[in-house]
């Protein structure tokens, strides 16, 4: 069955970077884009990047932009999220969408604290 498993997460302090991973399984990882989204208490699910199957075409929101960079490994079958210059705004939980036709999977998200 189809899994993405987040990794990386952790406790930074603000001007801070850190790595997300999100591997893949149970689907033909290079055919499919992927993107992640994060969650912060008493918020909407927010869509932050987004990486086309190859991983030549990148899109990021505002909030992101400039600061984070997305990546993948279709060989590993992973896809990774590049976060620098974290600000304490950027917490949240961090989770990576795949969308296989009609149907979503979510991983299970991993949570990402900056804070001083």
């Known amino acids: 069955q189809v899994q993405l498993v987040e990794s990386g997460g952790g406790l930074v302090q603000p001007g801070g970077s850190l790595k997300l991973s999100c591997a893949a399984s149970g689907f033909i990882f290079g055919r499919y884009a992927m993107s992640w989204y994060r969650q912060a208490p008493g918020l909407e699910r927010e869509w932050i990047t987004g990486?086309?199957?190859?991983?030549?075409?990148?899109t990021y929101g505002d909030s992101v932009k400039g600061r984070f960079t997305v990546s993948r490994d279709n060989a590993k079958k992973t896809v990774f999220l590049q976060m620098n210059n974290l600000k304490p705004e950027d917490t949240a939980v961090y989770y990576c969408r795949a969308r296989l036709g009609r149907y979503d999977y979510w991983g299970q998200g991993t949570q990402v604290t900056v804070s001083s």
């Open positions: 990486i086309s199957t190859s991983g030549n075409t990148t």
